[in-house]
């Protein structure tokens, strides 16, 4: 039986349908805004698996090109492997219903949104989001749920909800709110310097639409929910639970602050590795040694988090709005076109920029549309980073982590018309322990400033952690740049972008419902304190870009020319612009509007190619020396070209100061001279001089 219900927003209806489609999941959703739609599925495994620490769940958001009336590109006409954008659209799915599954479920769940229409007006992925929570809400899968998203931006004053393409192009600010009725849990966005009031009441009116859509889904719950299966709660316990904690607490409460990740590591893993040994014959069964590992990370928990709570001191000895050391250094690498260091405590970003041409670009064909991007930012998170073996690639943490450095820094990028270079910016994580993403921010800066990118402000980003205690958060901690425990033992991890005088990027997960106003409010004001110190140290290396850009980058020279000269520099059959680019070694590219583009290899390759492009389009000025070419000896003279199709007469009695007997005494076919117009007369006729060498070197 087919089951539906709709909420109206604006003009248009948001339909959730189940009961027609794909009958055969634990839970199926049809959603559908205008002419895009998404059929979103979760299956749950046949068998439960008791004693699990962790929610198995997985999210494989995908696009099909059909949805769009579009045909793959490329050899292979069939949707292949997934893109960079569908990995983050599945981030975006995952990481605010992860936390409502129960871990006693023990079952292996995976959700499908799968994209089938897309009117190219409203985007996709807040569909795939509501439709994919209303989709475990009615199936057999307990889920403490459900949840929503909305996309809020800011355009000409103005919140507006759900935004189309058109309006976010224009947009000062697009964040992705994602929570519960209770609260958000999850915002992420790019913003154009917007005030931290502008983020707050963008967060409060996210908030009425998610607390909307919680509610059409309990209404399709009511009709269409299912009965939801068991939990399979551990039912054992540790033995020997008080013994342990008697003889660990005292020693955990020593190691937990011990300065240094791999020391203090080092120190908790001995306290464990003593207490694992004296009760070795416990622990050979796997359940009990999964209770004793949970114990130590109990004990870690209850310790940092009141020791931060109570004495508002740190696991490294920092207060809460500390700021680890910071050092900058730029031009470390002696080849590429910029290169910078930044190392936060022991946080480390080497980051590497280069300049490419148009031909560069990073070229995007999907069911958004065929598009470009001159700005691009690769994120490398290598096993070594963190002390460990493994395998090196590119994850869905590498594709989320630089997409949010990238969306951080691009509204400070210049324009195509500003700077005609594609930038490429690849951040290689050394070192981590705490938000290696805005230490890409910071590094990505300093390198493009290095490499003479002209930015339009300096980026710098923090990452900021939550603390609470109560049901009301009667007590509660902010800490500014916080460490992989903090973020890991805390109850929210934001990471905020931008310059002196707003944030570009922000992304934020909420472990904990509900957080007020007031926190948000004191966490923003403490982010840009910390935000506006990184940016005073990296400008004490750097503030302004290089006025040079490094000999190895290739130059791109940009001239306007007269509209009806175009046919003249491309030639017959391209004729003419074919050969400038295989004298000189370069590229050019022509615009309708007269805007001719030259990319050379060097920077002598590009003023020869502007120099002989000028010589095609511009008119003859009389008093102007040319290098002529001898086309035509005649008695009375030689006709002279000196730019391409253009000749002029130098008379016999100017080929010399002194008299001339024959022209061939002074001159030959062929040969290359320098000469001066000295007139165009009534009836367009160049007459020249020839400029001996004695004269030539006196000019």
Same mark, same amino acid.
């Given at each position: 039986?087919?089951?539906?219900?709709?909420?109206?927003?604006?003009?248009?209806?948001?339909?959730?349908?189940?009961?027609?489609?794909?009958?055969?999941?634990?839970?199926?959703?049809?959603?559908?805004?205008?002419?895009?739609?998404?059929?979103?599925?979760?299956?749950?495994?046949?068998?439960?698996?008791?004693?699990?620490?962790?929610?198995?769940?997985?999210?494989?958001?995908?696009? #099909?090109?059909?949805?769009?009336?579009?045909?793959?590109?490329?050899?292979?006409?069939?949707?292949?492997?997934?893109?960079?954008?569908?990995?983050?659209?599945?981030?975006?799915? =995952?990481?605010?219903?992860?936390?409502?599954?129960?871990?006693?479920?023990?079952?292996?769940?995976?959700?499908?949104?799968?994209?089938?229409?897309?009117?190219?007006?409203?985007?996709?992925?807040?569909?795939?989001?509501?439709?994919?929570?209303?989709?475990?809400?009615?199936?057999?899968?307990?889920?403490?749920?459900?949840?929503?998203? %909305?996309?809020?931006?800011?355009?000409?004053?103005?919140?507006?909800?759900?935004?189309?393409?058109?309006?976010?192009?224009?947009?000062?600010?697009?964040?992705?709110?994602?929570?519960?009725?209770?609260?958000?849990?999850?915002?992420?966005?790019?913003?154009?310097?917007?005030?931290?009031?502008?983020?707050?009441?963008?967060?409060?009116?996210?908030?009425?639409?998610?607390?909307?859509?919680?509610?059409?889904?309990?209404?399709?719950?009511?009709?269409?929910?299912?009965?939801?299966?068991?939990?399979?709660?551990?039912?054992?316990?540790?033995?020997?639970?008080?013994?342990?904690?008697?003889?660990?607490?005292?020693?955990?409460?020593?190691?937990?602050?011990?300065?240094?990740?791999?020391?203090?590591?080092?120190?908790?893993?001995?306290?464990?590795?003593?207490?694992?040994?004296?009760?070795?014959?416990?622990?050979?069964?796997?359940?009990?040694?999964?209770?004793?590992?949970?114990?130590?990370?109990?004990?870690?928990?209850? *310790?940092?988090?009141?020791?931060?709570? =109570?004495?508002?001191?740190?696991?490294?000895?920092?207060?809460?709005?500390?700021?680890?050391?910071?050092?900058?250094?730029?031009? %470390?690498?002696?080849?590429?076109?910029?290169?910078?260091?930044?190392?936060?405590?022991?946080?480390?970003?080497?980051?590497?920029?280069?300049?490419?041409?148009?031909?560069?670009?990073?070229?995007? +064909?999907?069911? =958004?549309?065929?598009?470009?991007?001159?700005?691009?930012?690769?994120?490398?998170?290598?096993?070594?980073?963190?002390?460990?073996?493994?395998?090196?690639?590119?994850?869905?943490?590498?594709?989320?982590?630089?997409?949010?450095?990238?969306?951080?820094?691009?509204?400070?990028?210049?324009?195509?018309?500003?700077?005609?270079?594609?930038?490429?910016?690849?951040?290689?994580?050394?070192?981590?322990?705490?938000?290696?993403?805005?230490?890409?921010?910071?590094?990505?800066?300093?390198?493009?400033?290095?490499?003479?990118?002209?930015?339009?402000?300096?980026?710098?980003?923090?990452?900021?952690?939550?603390?609470?205690?109560?049901?009301?958060?009667?007590?509660?901690?902010?800490?500014?740049?916080?460490?992989?425990?903090?973020?890991?033992?805390? +109850?929210?991890?934001?990471?905020?972008?931008?310059?002196?005088?707003?944030?570009?990027?922000?992304?934020? +997960?909420?472990?904990?419902?509900?957080?007020?106003?007031?926190?948000?409010?004191?966490?923003?004001?403490?982010?840009?304190?910390?935000?506006?110190?990184?940016?005073?140290?990296?400008?004490?290396?750097?503030?302004?870009?290089?006025?040079?850009?490094?000999?190895?980058?290739?130059?791109?020279?940009?001239?306007?020319?007269?509209?009806?000269?175009?046919?003249?520099?491309?030639?017959?059959?391209?004729?003419?612009?074919?050969?400038?680019?295989?004298?000189?070694?370069?590229? *050019?590219?022509?615009? +309708?509007?007269?805007?001719?583009?030259?990319?050379?290899?060097?920077?002598?390759?590009?003023?020869?190619?502007?120099?002989?492009?000028?010589? *095609?389009?511009?008119?003859?000025?009389?008093?102007?020396?040319?290098?002529?070419?001898? #086309?035509?000896?005649?008695?009375?003279?030689?006709?002279?070209?000196?730019?391409?199709?253009?000749?002029?007469?130098?008379?016999?009695?100017?080929?010399?100061?002194?008299?001339?007997?024959?022209?061939?005494?002074?001159?030959?076919?062929?040969?290359?001279?320098?000469?001066?117009?000295?007139?165009?007369?009534?009836?367009?006729?160049?007459?020249?001089?020839?400029?001996?060498?004695?004269?030539?070197?006196?000019?």
């Amino acid at each position: 039986m087919v089951h539906r219900v709709s909420y109206k927003i604006g003009d248009q209806e948001l339909i959730l349908e189940t009961g027609r489609i794909a009958k055969q999941a634990n839970g199926a959703v049809y959603a559908q805004l205008g002419g895009s739609a998404v059929i979103a599925t979760v299956c749950a495994s046949g068998n439960a698996q008791e004693g699990l620490d962790f929610v198995p769940v997985t999210v494989d958001y995908n696009e #099909k090109y059909y949805a769009a009336g579009k045909i793959p590109g490329g050899f292979i006409k069939r949707e292949g492997r997934p893109k960079d954008k569908e990995i983050l659209v599945s981030r975006l799915i =995952d990481r605010p219903m992860r936390p409502l599954f129960e871990v006693a479920f023990g079952r292996e769940i995976q959700i499908v949104p799968t994209c089938v229409s897309s009117d190219q007006v409203n985007p996709p992925d807040i569909l795939a989001v509501i439709a994919s929570s209303a989709a475990v809400v009615i199936s057999d899968i307990p889920f403490n749920g459900p949840v929503a998203g %909305v996309r809020v931006a800011f355009v000409d004053g103005e919140y507006v909800l759900n935004p189309t393409y058109a309006q976010i192009e224009k947009a000062q600010l697009e964040i992705v709110v994602a929570g519960t009725a209770d609260g958000f849990t999850m915002v992420e966005g790019v913003d154009n310097e917007v005030s931290e009031d502008v983020m707050l009441g963008a967060l409060a009116k996210a908030q009425e639409f998610i607390t909307a859509m919680c509610h059409l889904q309990d209404e399709l719950r009511k009709v269409a929910g299912k009965e939801k299966l068991p939990l399979c709660p551990v039912s054992a316990v540790l033995e020997n639970k008080d013994a342990m904690l008697q003889e660990a607490m005292p020693r955990m409460e020593e190691a937990c602050f011990v300065k240094g990740k791999h020391l203090r590591h080092d120190a908790i893993s001995a306290v464990k590795a003593d207490l694992a040994e004296k009760y070795a014959t416990q622990l050979e069964d796997d359940m009990q040694k999964k209770l004793f590992n949970a114990l130590f990370e109990d004990m870690e928990y209850n *310790i940092l988090r009141k020791s931060i709570l =109570d004495k508002g001191v740190r696991v490294d000895g920092r207060g809460t709005e500390d700021i680890r050391p910071i050092t900058c250094e730029i031009g %470390v690498l002696p080849r590429p076109h910029g290169s910078a260091i930044f190392t936060r405590g022991e946080t480390q970003s080497l980051a590497v920029a280069t300049l490419g041409t148009v031909l560069d670009e990073q070229v995007y +064909d999907d069911i =958004d549309g065929d598009r470009r991007e001159h700005f691009i930012l690769h994120y490398n998170f290598p096993p070594y980073s963190v002390g460990e073996v493994g395998r090196m690639g590119t994850g869905r943490r590498e594709i989320g982590h630089g997409n949010l450095a990238r969306r951080s820094l691009e509204p400070m990028v210049p324009s195509r018309e500003e700077f005609p270079y594609t930038v490429r910016v690849v951040s290689e994580i050394m070192e981590s322990n705490g938000s290696s993403s805005m230490a890409s921010v910071c590094g990505g800066t300093l390198c493009m400033l290095a490499a003479g990118v002209p930015m339009k402000k300096p980026v710098a980003g923090i990452a900021m952690g939550l603390i609470t205690e109560g049901d009301k958060y009667e007590k509660y901690a902010i800490l500014s740049d916080i460490l992989g425990e903090e973020d890991h033992l805390g +109850d929210m991890d934001f990471k905020v972008a931008g310059t002196v005088d707003g944030i570009t990027g922000f992304q934020m +997960d909420i472990k904990i419902a509900g957080v007020t106003t007031e926190i948000m409010q004191k966490a923003l004001d403490q982010a840009k304190r910390g935000r506006l110190h990184i940016l005073g140290i990296m400008n004490e290396t750097i503030s302004k870009p290089a006025e040079k850009i490094s000999d190895y980058a290739p130059k791109i020279e940009t001239m306007k020319i007269d509209v009806d000269k175009i046919g003249a520099l491309i030639g017959p059959g391209g004729k003419t612009i074919k050969s400038i680019c295989a004298s000189y070694d370069v590229k *050019i590219d022509t615009a +309708d509007d007269g805007t001719v583009t030259i990319y050379g290899k060097t920077g002598k390759a590009s003023d020869d190619a502007k120099a002989a492009i000028k010589a *095609i389009v511009d008119d003859p000025e009389v008093g102007t020396i040319y290098q002529g070419t001898v #086309k035509r000896i005649m008695e009375f003279g030689a006709f002279i070209e000196i730019l391409p199709g253009k000749e002029g007469l130098c008379h016999i009695s100017k080929l010399s100061r002194k008299r001339v007997e024959k022209v061939t005494d002074v001159i030959s076919e062929g040969q290359q001279i320098p000469v001066k117009l000295i007139e165009i007369d009534k009836m367009g006729r160049l007459n020249l001089s020839y400029i001996d060498a004695l004269e030539a070197e006196s000019k």
